[in-house]
């Protein structure tokens, strides 16, 4: 089993930044063998998918909407995975899930079947 814990969510300004963070853990997690992304779901919404970095390549993937204002980002060594959130607009306003995938990923096509295991969450709320 994975588990995910996630952290850093918080309430800030429009046009504003936060950062979360994606610790992982378990014994059948090794970092370098896992792609790792970013969900949000905002009330009364769909779980949508927000940004993944693949294990194989490194090579992130991004949503339309936060294309250069989101970065995501790990630290193999900590079992860590990042995001950068900045310009932040109210409509960034969501819980927040980190997922871990044991699969490679090409595209940001990606959907919550893509991945296997997921943290609980962490609210962002940005204000106008």
């Known amino acids: 089993q994975v588990q995910l814990v996630e952290s850093g969510g918080g309430l800030v300004q429009a046009g504003g930044s936060l950062r979360l963070s994606c610790a992982a853990s378990?014994?059948?997690?090794?970092?370098?063998?896992?792609?790792m992304g970013w969900f949000r779901q905002a009330p009364g919404k769909e779980r949508e998918f927000v940004a993944a970095?693949?294990?194989?390549?490194?090579?992130?993937y991004y949503a339309d909407s936060v294309k250069g204002r989101f970065t995501i980002s790990r630290d193999n060594a900590k079992n860590t995975v990042y995001l950068q959130m900045n310009s932040l607009k109210p409509e960034d306003t969501a819980v927040y899930f980190c997922?871990?995938?044991?699969?490679?990923?090409?595209?940001?096509?990606?959907?919550?079947?893509?991945?296997?295991?997921w943290g609980q969450g962490t609210q962002v709320t940005v204000s106008s």
């Open positions: 970095i693949s294990w194989s390549s490194g090579s992130p």
């Open positions: 997922a871990a995938s044991p699969r490679a990923f090409g595209s940001s096509d990606l959907r919550e079947s893509d991945f296997a295991s």
């Open positions: 378990g014994r059948a997690f090794r970092s370098y063998t896992y792609s």
